[in-house]
């Protein structure tokens, strides 16, 4: 009895929750402008910091690298001199 | 001892390929560049939710858009005029005085100004609470005065401490960055609030 209880108090929650449940809780315009604006500003906030990660790590590489260059090639020139 | 430190040679120290300064800068410029595309993308947004209808929103007054034209040409300036400082900075530190506080001024004026339009438009009943509108404008332009009048006082700071021979590459170049951030995102908010 109390097994079937559980089942239809579950069955009721299944029917009546997602009535309660909207997927989206801001999409509530359906223009095409709207629907652009997400896209558009989803696209933009996913990939800006991929990007400035990206780009700063890059640029930390290539510093590293001249710094090597610039060292290999001094150490290379203070062992020809001696 | 002496056969451990032949088969392990002394670690070479090497010098930073970044300060600390201008790193610490880099990562907070990158969490205010996502500050800003938030609030630059909620107002994207909440303007194409009213597509079809008036923007601005009826009975409120329209931003002085050829003013603050001046007004981001005199920013851009100063970013150019900083990049100046740096270079006389990095040939002779002394010449690097009259470009770095002519970029101080520019600053200033630019922000002075938006205290003006501010004013202007607080007098035409344009304010944070009159609709989305006026609340975005002064959310987005007055985070930016803010960043504005923060990156200006680094600025004053390492004026005065170029005049007392204490300032170095790494804390003009720390400063420097916040500026430039300051002065390279103003044209696109400009654009998105603006225009």
């Known amino acids: 009895m109390r097994r079937v209880s559980i089942l239809a108090l579950a069955l009721v929650a299944i029917v ?10 801001v999409c509530f315009d359906a223009s095409d402008e709207n629907r652009q604006a997400f896209l558009v500003t ?17 640029w930390l590489r290539r510093r590293v690298r001249e710094r090597d260059a610039s060292g290999a090639e001094g150490s290379e020139s203070e062992s020809s001199s001696s | 001892m002496t056969t451990q430190s032949a088969a392990y040679p002394a670690p070479v120290k090497r010098a930073p390929v970044v300060s600390n300064g201008v790193l610490g800068m880099l990562v907070f410029i990158i969490a205010e560049v996502m ?11 909440v303007r194409s939710q009213t597509a079809g209808q008036m923007w601005p929103p009826f009975g409120q007054p329209r931003l ?41 001024l520019l600053g200033g004026f630019f922000v002075w100004f938006q ?24 959310l987005i332009v007055g985070a930016h005065a803010a960043h504005a009048v923060a990156a200006l006082a680094g600025l004053v700071w390492a004026w005065v401490w170029l005049g007392k021979e204490r300032l170095t ?18 044209p696109v908010l400009y654009v998105k609030v603006y225009l």
Request: net charge neutral.
């Open chain 1, 16 to 25: 009546a929750l997602p009535d309660a449940a909207h997927a989206c809780a």
């Open chain 2, 169 to 186: 590459v790494s804390q003009l170049a720390t400063v420097s960055a916040f500026w430039y951030f300051v002065v390279l995102v103003w």
């Open chain 2, 35 to 45: 500050f800003f595309a938030g609030l630059i993308s909620a107002h994207s947004i």
């Open chain 2, 64 to 104: 002085p858009v050829q003013e603050t034209a001046i007004n981001t040409a005199a920013l851009l300036v100063s970013g150019i005029v900083l990049v100046i400082a740096w270079f006389a900075f990095k040939r002779d530190r002394s010449t690097a005085r009259i470009p770095l506080l002519l970029s101080i």
């Open chain 1, 42 to 58: 989803t696209a933009f906030l996913s990939l800006l910091p991929l990007g400035m990660v990206t780009g700063t790590g890059i």
């Open chain 2, 115 to 138: 205290g003006l339009e501010w004013t202007a438009l607080l007098g035409e009943g344009l304010t944070i609470q009159s609709s989305s509108y006026g609340g975005f404008f002064y």
